[in-house]
Nanobody, 114 residues
Framework: QVQLVESGGGLVQAGGSLRLSCAAS????????MGWYRQAPGKQRELVAT???????NYADSVKGRFTISRDNTRNTVYLQMNSLKPEDTAVYYC????????WGQGTQVTVSS
């Protein structure tokens, strides 16, 4: 069983940057395709980025060119570097596998002000 703990969120102005971290516990992290999701109030959860165990990445069109997902398998950690943040990026950000298979953590709040 893998446990997920997200951190790094905060309040930033439009155009700013944040780096989110997802710390995982468990023995199979390195072989999982991981993703970052976000959910804004009243909105469906959206998968914004994925990264395979070997480092291949994909991004939702809404964040492409602005966000970068990465991972450090030696630390069981997935990162999301968010640049050029926009108010519409405001959401609670979660990590999970690309299929949402694992138990959801608490997420980390990202708020981007105008």
């Amino acid at each position: 069983q893998v446990q997920l703990v997200e951190s790094g969120g905060g309040l930033v102005q439009a155009g700013g940057s944040l780096r989110l971290s997802c710390a995982a516990s468990g023995s199979i992290f390195s072989i999982l395709t991981m993703g970052w999701y976000r959910q804004a109030p009243g909105k469906q959860r959206e998968l914004v980025a994925t990264i395979t165990g070997r480092g291949n990445t994909n991004y939702a069109d809404s964040v492409k060119g602005r966000f970068t997902i990465s991972r450090d398998n030696t630390r069981n950690t997935v990162y999301l570097q968010m640049n050029s943040l926009k108010p519409e990026d405001t959401a609670v950000y979660y990590c999970n596998t690309n299929t949402g298979y694992l138990s959801w953590g608490q997420g980390t709040q990202v708020t981007v002000s105008s």
